[in-house]
């Protein structure tokens, strides 16, 4: 348990120091005194993020993955479709409502009380869920499905107050997070069992792609009845702290962060009991390992919120408040932080490996992160744009959607669906707790209205990854073909011998 816990750690330092590399040269070459006063707090987010990260992916693979494992397995053998499809409502909504991304969202959002904006998602998941599990089990069209979906959405935005759109397609992106990816992925694979086909593996990507549509639709619902009076207010943080009292105030804070994550961990733990009461009935020593592992889930998310809420999350703003004044500096430092906060993202580590595992190691997880970084930079640059040029988010959604769906008739169909999957999870906590304060610093030094131009940054972060993914897929097909040729060729020469 020692060398995987150090395992981990190794892990998450890669993958955060880039980014804190990366934000403290910038802090260094801007003459801003109140940024330079940041960088102890900041130094304090990223360690708590590295602890916080590696205690939840060892916790997350002995609890939330076993505990999907194993209520997906009970499902198929029961073979209730009534009673599966009805828990797979019900698992979706508990986990996403628990998302910490999700919290950290509607804790910014203005325009929408954060119970309403946590429960109408935890709806949308659910429901959409669901219909991905009837796609599943029936082996409806997987393309024509997303075109419907997504046609949809954008006949509903046409309705839906301009205040509400950043915001409700911001919410897709969040829901596919750190708690919900491995647990639903893991649920899904058990259901997915109920086939006998060669390709039911294969199909079980593509779900999370649903679980990020449906939270949209219902927001932008949400949004044709809901009236808002609510006025945004500019963020103030104190930076002119000593070291003493950055510590003082991550101590002060602790209290809150285990509260939050547990009332968000207390449904999982309450289903989790209840259904291995009345149907599960594992053994002792099983269980007794899967609630150790949720208490280090539990530990690892407080640590991890910790540091992105009173490190990353005033650092970015601060640091989007202050580049906002260098049109240098600006989209070279957009590009970077794009490129890097992936890495930094729980659930998109938890998908690769899922990936990785399914496929037999056929799909390289490297090439992948690649990929999604790639796309993470470019929609960070959009977005970055967006704000700074002031034109709409349809003009990035409709074009990108078009290109994924058009690709997508081009692409083998597993690289389709973990490619909507990809741009789920890659617009998660980091998303919502870094580059979206980020994006509302540029504009609130611009004087642009922050809830028409910084939210959609989520949504943007999680359309352009379905491109690069795809166009990775035609790659990965064109090789495929050159080697089968070969292959075949050389078959022929041995053949006429």
């Known amino acids: 348990m020692k060398n995987i816990i150090l395992n981990k750690f190794k892990e998450s330092f890669l993958a955060v120091l880039p980014v804190t590399i990366t934000v403290i040269l910038l802090c260094c070459i801007m003459p801003n005194s109140s940024v330079l006063n940041m960088i102890p707090t900041f130094i304090i987010g990223s360690f708590l993020l590295i602890i916080g990260m590696s205690i939840f992916d060892f916790g997350a693979n002995i609890s939330m993955v076993q505990i999907g494992a194993k209520i997906g397995r009970h499902l198929t053998k029961k073979r209730n479709i009534f009673f599966m499809l009805l828990m797979c409502f019900v698992i979706a909504m508990i986990v996403t409502i628990a998302e910490p991304d999700l919290l950290v969202l509607s804790e910014q959002t203005p325009n929408i009380l954060p119970a309403i904006l946590i429960l109408s998602v935890g709806i949308g998941v659910g429901l ?3 219909l991905a599990c009837i796609r599943m089990l029936k082996k409806w069209n997987y393309n024509l499905l997303i075109i419907i979906v997504c046609f949809a959405m954008f006949l509903i935005a046409l309705f839906v107050p301009k205040e509400f759109i950043g915001v409700a397609f911001d919410s897709g992106g969040v829901t596919t997070g750190a708690l919900s990816v491995p647990l639903i992925i893991s649920l899904s694979r058990g259901i997915s069992e109920l086939r006998v086909d060669k390709d039911k593996k294969e199909d079980t990507f593509g779900l999370m792609a649903f679980c990020s549509l449906g939270p949209i639709i219902i927001v932008l619902l949400l949004g044709l009845i809901y009236n808002s009076n609510s006025a945004y207010e500019k963020i103030t943080i104190m930076s002119d702290y000593s070291f003493l009292e950055v510590l003082m105030n991550y101590l002060r804070n602790i209290p809150l962060h285990l509260k939050e994550v547990g009332m968000s961990l207390s449904p999982i733990v309450i289903l989790f009991l209840i259904y291995n009461k009345i149907f599960l009935k594992i053994k002792r020593k099983e269980f007794w390992k ?5 208490i280090y889930t539990y530990l690892g998310l407080v640590i991890f919120m910790a540091g992105v809420n ?9 640091v989007g408040t202050t580049i906002a004044n260098s049109q240098l500096l600006i989209i070279p430092f957009a590009a970077l932080i794009g490129f890097f906060i992936i890495y930094s993202e ?11 595992e399914i496929t037999n190691g056929t799909i390289n997880k490297e090439i992948l992160f690649f990929s999604l970084s790639i796309g993470v930079s470019i929609a960070t640059i959009l977005s970055v744009l967006r704000i700074i040029l002031g034109f709409s988010l349809f003009y990035i959604l409709i074009p990108g959607y078009l290109i994924a769906i058009v690709l997508s008739f081009f692409t083998p169909g597993v690289f389709t669906r973990i490619a909507f999957d990809s741009g789920g ?9 870094f580059l979206l304060p980020f994006a509302i610093g540029i504009a609130e030094y611009m004087n642009r209205d922050v ?10 972060i999680a359309t352009i990854p379905l491109i690069t993914v795809e166009i990775i897929g035609i790659v990965y097909k064109i090789k495929t073909k050159k080697t089968m040729k070969v292959q075949l060729y050389n078959a022929e020469i041995v053949d006429y011998y």
């Open 346 to 356: 729980p659930a998109v580590k938890v998908l690769l490996e899922q990936i990785e």
């Open 310 to 318: 009173e490190g990353f999350l005033p650092m970015s703003y601060m």
């Open 451 to 460: 809830l028409l131009y910084s939210f959609g940054l989520v949504a943007t």
């Open 128 to 130: 959409f869920f669901l």
């Open 425 to 433: 999870v890659a617009s998660g906590t980091m998303t919502a707790s």
């Open 290 to 294: 899967i609630i150790k592992g949720l």
